[in-house]
């Protein structure tokens, strides 16, 4: 049950992010394959996208998630639920 209300949380806090950031590209490939979701999002950064959602980092054996990682005039930002 208290998994349940975390996955619904977060589903919210998603749609939420789309309202507060609208126009932006999603870099969740596949919920299920961390590594194409890393290239998805080094990919949207390559080639012009100023909001992501969903964006997949591993840097130095640590995994990274945001909800919304934004591009402004002081560069990347991320932003995440918890």
């Known amino acids: ?3 349940q ?3 619904d949380a977060g ?3 998603g749609l939420l992010a789309r309202k507060l950031f609208p126009g932006g590209m999603n870099a969740s490939a596949d919920h299920f394959d961390v ?3 890393v290239r998805k999002t080094r ?3 390559n080639h012009g996208a100023y909001t992501i959602y969903e964006a997949v980092f591993l840097f130095d054996g640590c995994l990274v ?3 919304i990682l934004h591009r402004g005039a002081g560069g990347w930002r991320g932003r995440t639920e918890g």
């Open 5 to 7: 209300a975390l996955m």
């Open 35 to 37: 590594f194409s979701n």
């Open 65 to 67: 998630m945001a909800d």
């Open 1 to 3: 049950m208290a998994q």
């Open 11 to 13: 589903r919210e806090v």
């Open 43 to 45: 990919e949207l950064m």
